[in-house]
């Protein structure tokens, strides 16, 4: 059985840090995409950011490059997504979910390729 699940989120205030976590198990992780999206009440869920299998490819969305950095532990089935400068627009569920692509196309309007999905961690930006 696939299980994908996020550590991490929390409460923060504007202009601070957290680090999300996903951590995969019962699949082949080494195969795997993983992507982080984010869902804020009202509102679809977007893609954030992605990464490949050997770091090949990485995606960030425009509203969180240069903030936001996301890396993979291949050993500990880990994807990691660093996050600075937080913002309040930064609020919302964050999901991790895993695809065979990381890529523009499959993190915009293609969110149907992502074959697992983990459960979701609340970050909070409020002061």
């Known amino acids: 059985q696939v299980q994908l699940v996020e550590s991490g989120g929390g409460l923060v205030q504007p202009g601070g840090s957290l680090r999300l976590s996903c951590t995969a198990s019962?699949?082949?992780?080494?195969?795997?995409?993983i992507g982080w999206f984010r869902q804020a009440p009202g509102q679809e869920r977007e893609g954030v950011s992605c990464i490949s299998p050997g770091d090949r490819h990485i995606y960030y969305a425009d509203s969180v490059k240069g903030r936001f950095t996301i890396s993979r532990d291949n050993g500990k089935n880990t994807v990691s997504l660093q996050m600075h400068s937080l913002q309040n627009e930064d609020t919302a569920v964050y999901y991790c979910a895993a695809a065979l692509q990381c890529s523009a196309a499959t993190m915009v309007g293609h969110l149907n390729l992502f074959d697992y999905w983990g459960q979701g961690t609340q970050v909070t930006v409020s002061s």
């Open positions: 019962g699949l082949t992780f080494d195969y795997y995409s």
